[in-house]
């Protein structure tokens, strides 16, 4: 049982939907006793309208005996099937999915995206309003997404799942250089139990408490939490940035972390980009190269 968690509300834009989880960066993380659960789950992030990948990871995830599906957000943005992936995910994941910056950009005028990002950003916004299935799926898909919250703590764990990192939950970056920028880090591990959970650079890795990052090679795609503050990015389904254009996402059993990659029919993904004058054609080469 997952709860959203609330802690924070300002003067957030709250036109369009008034039932928007308005969370703040003060994070009260209160220590958990115990492990991490017997419960097998599925973390998924960053698809980015990429229902090609999106399907294979889902049917992985079918073949793993997963509990349950969390999705860290960005369902939207870049790619040519926004409507289909939130199908897929409400489906999936309802309860168990935060608002990722893309996501925020569909809903609220974007800030700080260059050129291709907010024509794709204005893209997705049209096919939401003007998506198949009618206007009660239309309504649905928009209800879905403005009453999405910032961040997740399930009752029984020491973890905390968000977007970006824990003092921001949907616009900070955490790099895998920033290990070098203790302040930084420090910040971060201080705001947290025990472990996060992380999308939002599309990069998939481990940040330890000794400020290391391990990539999924470097730990052989399964790598064995400890007994210290651990955040762990999923990396991206639909627009993975790591040079290995093969989706990815991540299963958390007991303390073990495993990275899945998995190829899929990216030439049909770059078609339909082509094919889309609003998406440029940039973000279809870059799935091939992974970047
Ligand atoms: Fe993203």
Redesign the pocket.
């Known amino acids: 049982m997952l709860r959203p968690v609330t802690l924070y509300c300002g003067d957030y834009p709250t036109s369009r939907f008034e039932n928007l989880f308005c969370i703040g960066s003060a994070i009260d993380c209160s220590p958990h006793l115990g492990r991490v659960q017997d419960l097998k789950r599925a973390l998924i ?2 698809i ?1 309208g990429n229902l090609e990948a999106l399907r294979v990871v889902l049917d992985d995830i079918c073949d793993q005996d997963i509990s349950e599906i969390v999705c860290l ?2 369902i939207v ?1 870049y790619g040519p099937n926004p409507c289909e992936c939130l199908d897929e995910i409400m489906q999936r994941c309802d309860g168990r999915c935060i608002l ?3 996501d925020q950009a569909a809903l609220f005028d974007p800030d700080g995206f260059n050129p291709v990002a907010l024509r794709a950003v204005y893209w997705t916004r049209e096919q939401l309003d003007t998506g198949h299935g009618g206007r009660n799926r239309v309504v649905a898909r928009w209800d879905f997404l403005g009453e999405l919250p910032r961040m997740l703590i399930p009752d029984d764990d020491d973890l905390l799942f968000v977007h970006g990192s824990p003092r921001e939950p949907t616009n900070e970056y955490v790099f895998p250089e920033d290990i070098y920028n203790h302040r930084k880090m420090d910040t971060l591990f201080g705001l947290i139990s025990k472990y996060c959970f992380q ?2 650079t ?1 990069i998939p890795g481990i940040f330890t408490s000794q400020m290391e990052f391990v990539t999924p090679e470097d730990c052989g795609y399964r790598y064995q939490l400890r007994d210290e503050k651990t955040m762990i990015n999923v990396g ?1 389904v639909g ?1 993975p940035r790591d040079n290995d254009p093969r989706c990815c996402y991540v299963i958390l059993d007991g303390d073990w972390v495993i990275f899945r990659r998995l190829e899929y029919p990216i030439d049909v993904v770059r078609n339909k980009i082509y094919a889309v004058d609003s998406l440029d054609n940039m973000l279809g080469d870059r799935l091939l190269a992974g970047r």
């Open positions: 992030s960053d980015h957000g960005d943005g990722g910056n893309h999308g939002h599309h991206s627009q």
